[in-house]
C-alpha cells in the first residue's frame, strides 16, 4: 500500500538536546509537509517542500529546520529542544493542488 | 496570507441528529476547500472536499456548501452516528500554488 510514513512514532527528550524526526513516502508525490498539532490550535505548518531542490518556512519555522534528501524523504530537525515544543508532529504529503495524506504523528516530548 | 475560522469549537448533537460545522476564510483568490476528519489517536483524513465552481457537494451523509460571495463555507452530517465523533478540521487553498490554511477544529461528540 502506498502509505506516508513517519519515524519515531513516540519520543521523549530533555531541553536542549538536537533530534530529529523522519518521513517516507511511497505514493510518488512531488509535495511534502510539516505540521504541528497542540489542543485547540488545529494544525500549523512548520515547512514545506513542493520538490526536492524547494524548501520553505511555514507560519511557525522558528526553532526547526528541515532536510528534503530525496523525493520520498522529508526529515524535521529541532535544534535544541525546548519544552514548549512538546506536541504531536504530522508529516503530508500531495500532488498538484490535491488531497494531503497524512503519516501517523510523532508525538514528542520534551522535558 | 489566508485566514481561516472555525465555528463552533466543540459541538455535542444526540445520535440522529444533524450537525452543522461553519467556516470562514479571508483570501478571495482561495479556490479549494477541503474538510478532514481526525479520530482520536489518529491521523487527519480527507472525508470531502469542493472547489469553488460548485456551491454544494455531497457524500451519502455528508454535505458541504459554499458561499464566495460572503467567503463561508459549511460541512454538514446528517442521521449523526456515534462513529461520527471525532475533531473535523477545514481548511482552504489556492489550489497547487498555496498552502492549505487549517482551521482550529471542531470536536464532534455524537451521544447514543
Known amino acids: 500500500d502506498a502509505d506516508v510514513t513517519q519515524t519515531p512514532r513516540n519520543r521523549i527528550t530533555k531541553t536542549g538536546k538536537r533530534i530529529m524526526l523522519e518521513c517516507s513516502q511511497t505514493k510518488g508525490h512531488d509535495r511534502m509537509y510539516w505540521y504541528r498539532q497542540d489542543p485547540g490550535l488545529g494544525l500549523q505548518l512548520i515547512y514545506y517542500?513542493?520538490?526536492?531542490?524547494?524548501?520553505n518556512k511555514g507560519e511557525i519555522s522558528d526553532g526547526y529546520s528541515v532536510s528534503r534528501q530525496a523525493q520520498a524523504k522529508f526529515s524535521l530537525s529541532l535544534e535544541s529542544a525546548i519544552p514548549n515544543q512538546t506536541a504531536l508532529y504530522f508529516c503530508?504529503?500531495?500532488?498538484?493542488?490535491?488531497?494531503?495524506?497524512f503519516g501517523p504523528g510523532t508525538r514528542l516530548t520534551v522535558l | 496570507g489566508e485566514n481561516v475560522e472555525q465555528h463552533p469549537s466543540t459541538l455535542s448533537v444526540q445520535e440522529g441528529d444533524s450537525a452543522v460545522i461553519k467556516c470562514t476564510y479571508s483570501?478571495?483568490?482561495?479556490?479549494?476547500f477541503p474538510w478532514y476528519k481526525q479520530e482520536l489517536g489518529k491521523r487527519p483524513q480527507l472525508i470531502i472536499d469542493?472547489?469553488?465552481?460548485?456551491g454544494e457537494k455531497k457524500d451519502q451523509r455528508i454535505a458541504v456548501t459554499l458561499n464566495k460571495t460572503a467567503k463561508h463555507f459549511s460541512l454538514h452530517i446528517t442521521e449523526t452516528q456515534p462513529e461520527d465523533s471525532a475533531v473535523y478540521f477545514c481548511?482552504?487553498?489556492?489550489?497547487?500554488?498555496?498552502?492549505?490554511?487549517f482551521g482550529k477544529g471542531t470536536m464532534l461528540l455524537v451521544s447514543p
Open positions: 481548511a482552504a487553498s489556492m489550489a497547487g500554488y498555496s498552502t492549505l490554511t
Open positions: 469542493i472547489r469553488s465552481n460548485v
Open positions: 483570501d478571495s483568490a482561495s479556490n479549494y
Open positions: 517542500s513542493f520538490d526536492v531542490k524547494d524548501i
Open positions: 503530508a504529503t500531495s500532488d498538484f493542488g490535491g488531497e494531503q495524506f
